[in-house]
C-alpha cells in the first residue's frame, strides 16, 4: 500500500523517469507541512518506490557516475491499479459541505495536478538542458516560465487551502 500523496504525484501522465528528490519535492509541495524532515521525507519515498519496483511497475536506473537514481514506469504500470493507504484522520471536524466548498475543493485538486503537470514540465527542461546544453538559450525561457507557472499554482493553493480552513467549524 502506497502513501496516497505519492500515488497522486506518480500517477500523474507526464511524471516519468523522475528521482526521489523530484517526488520529494512535489510532495512537500503538496503537504504543506513545515514539520516534515526533507531526509525523512526522502526516505520514505524511496521505500514507496521501492515497492513499485519490486512489483515491476518500476524500474530503476542507477547512473555509472555517481548522481542521482531514476526511476521510469515500465509497461506493467497502471495508475488505476496503484493501491495506497487510506488516509489516517487525526482531527475530525465538521465542515460545511456546501456548493461553494465543493467546488473550493474541485478547484484545489485542478491545482494540485496542474502543479504536478507543471513541476514534471521543469524537470524536463532540466534534464534536456543537462543532456543536450547547446539548447541553453531555447530551453531556459521555457524553464524560467514553467518555473513562474508553479509558484503561480503554489500560490493559488495556498489561497484555497486558507479558504477551506476558514470554512470549518
Known amino acids: 500500500m502506497l502513501d496516497p500523496v505519492v500515488a497522486q504525484i ?15 519535492s512535489a510532495f512537500l509541495a503538496l503537504k504543506k507541512d513545515p514539520e516534515l524532515e526533507p531526509a525523512n521525507v526522502r526516505r ?12 515491476g511497475w518500476l524500474k530503476k536506473k ?15 504500470f497502471n495508475s ?11 482531527h475530525v471536524n465538521t465542515v460545511k459541505t456546501d456548493h461553494s466548498h465543493q467546488k473550493l475543493l474541485s478547484k484545489l ?4 495536478s496542474e502543479l504536478l503537470q507543471s ?7 532540466k534534464e534536456i538542458y ?3 546544453p547547446e539548447l541553453a538559450d531555447e530551453i531556459q525561457p521555457k524553464y524560467d516560465m514553467a518555473r513562474d507557472n508553479n509558484t503561480k499554482l503554489l500560490g493559488k493553493i495556498k489561497a484555497i487551502e486558507e479558504m477551506i480552513k476558514q470554512r470549518v467549524i
Open 130 to 132: 543537462h543532456d543536450m
Open 10 to 24: 506518480i500517477k500523474a501522465i507526464n511524471f516519468d523517469n523522475f528521482t526521489t528528490s523530484e517526488v520529494r
Open 109 to 112: 485538486i485542478h491545482y494540485k
Open 62 to 76: 542507477i547512473p555509472r557516475l555517481k548522481g542521482q537514481t531514476k526511476f521510469s514506469k515500465t509497461k506493467l
Open 119 to 125: 513541476l514534471g514540465e521543469s524537470e524536463a527542461y
Open 44 to 55: 520514505m519515498i524511496y521505500a514507496e518506490l521501492m515497492k513499485l519496483v519490486r512489483r
Open 80 to 90: 488505476k491499479n496503484i493501491p495506497v493507504k487510506a488516509m489516517v484522520i487525526e
